[in-house]
């Protein structure tokens, strides 16, 4: 009966094409490689995604327990038609981004992560995702949200994306943007880069192993760091919180005397 049930609440994937690895030189000199992965290497990326569950600076809590439940539903077959792209550099995971293929003409971008800051790291693996979507599978569009004022930056303003406010996007109630094949063609010369094929050696290396990244983000040591103004909701909660602790008593210590 377990069996059947499954089979029933089991989607059915629809073929595609798969994204053809490819590699990069990054401003620091290292190679950074960008491939598919399949769910048998999904159990290998979790551990990674967890710890930033907890870390509030740039909205990274929201965006690592999304692509967290993400990962997840690929990994247990609960998401039709999902695709998982990470971004190594000498096997160190730098990079993960997911989305699915909503139909052959529409694409429906997720969440992109960058598990190691800088180097444009993030902006090179969503770019990957888009060339996935307008040059592999030959999409018309793709339907994208942000999170964070760094994820609009980098998507809506960067690539000029076009307002769809009307077309609900699966993420939720945040206002959806789309990126055409006409944008696209418009971005790609300065956005799109990375060549194929990637060495035998270097793919190799980063196909063997998902490596922890070397520098995560983690929380800033004064959490008013957390915030890049003092208008982000996130930062006023901080202030209250850290005023609510400078105005409570401090405990008497034992064996102190009182006047």
Known sequence: MAVDLEKLLRPVDN?????????????????????????????????????????ERDYYDIVAARLYAELLGFYRHRVQDEYVLVAQIDGELTAVVNGRRVDSKVGMSY???????????????????????????KQEAVLVVAESPIGFRRWMIEYELEKRFEVPHELGGVPTYA???????????????????????????????????????????DMLAATRSMSDPTGSVLISRRADELRAPVPAKKGARHA
């Open 15 to 55: 073929p595609a094409l798969p994204f053809p690895p490819k590699c990069m030189t990054l401003a620091s000199g290292e190679i950074m490689v960008v491939r598919q992965v399949g769910r048998e290497e999904i159990p290998n990326i979790l551990p990674h995604i967890e710890p930033l569950i907890h870390v």
């Open 111 to 137: 969440h992109t992560l960058t598990l190691r800051r800088g180097l444009r790291i993030g902006s090179h693996a969503f770019a990957s995702k888009m060339e996935y979507h307008m040059e592999i599978m």
């Open 179 to 221: 990126l055409t094949q006409a944008l696209y063609q418009k971005a790609r010369g300065k956005l799109i880069v990375g060549r194929r094929p990637v060495p035998v050696k270097l793919l190799a290396k980063a196909e063997a192993a998902i490596l922890p990244p070397s520098d995560p983000p983690r929380p800033p040591m």
